[in-house]
């Protein structure tokens, strides 16, 4: 059974940075592109960045780009998400994502498992 528990989350002063992990179990981590999705309140769930299985292909939301930062640990079975420069919009529950495939994938559709979602909150 697959497992994603992300953790880092927590409440910012605009400009600030945090660091979320997800750390995965349950199949072969490295074969699968991971995604970071976040729903604000009163909106749909949006994807904000996701990385193949070797990291060489990364998408960024525009909302994001320069901002953040994917990465994963292959050995660790993790995959992190640096967020530097918050902005109050950033507010919203971070979920991670295991996809399907090892191929790379914003669509929410094709990702398999999900964690719990964590809380970033960001004061103006």
């Known amino acids: 059974q697959v497992q994603l528990v992300e953790s880092g989350g927590g409440l910012v002063q605009a400009g600030g940075s945090l660091r979320l992990s997800c750390a995965a179990s349950g199949r072969t981590f490295s074969t699968y592109t991971m995604g970071w999705f976040r729903q604000a309140p009163g909106k749909e769930r949006e994807p904000v960045a996701a990385c193949n299985w070797h990291g060489g292909n990364i998408y960024y939301a525009e909302s994001v780009k320069g901002r953040f930062t994917i990465s994963r640990d292959n050995a660790k079975s993790t995959v992190y998400l640096q967020m530097n420069s918050l902005k109050p919009e950033d507010t919203a529950v971070y979920y991670c994502?295991?996809?399907?495939?090892?191929?790379?994938?914003?669509?929410?559709?094709?990702?398999?498992?999900w964690g719990q979602g964590t809380q970033v909150t960001v004061s103006s």
């Open positions: 994502a295991e996809a399907r495939f090892s191929s790379p994938t914003i669509r929410a559709d094709e990702y398999a498992y």
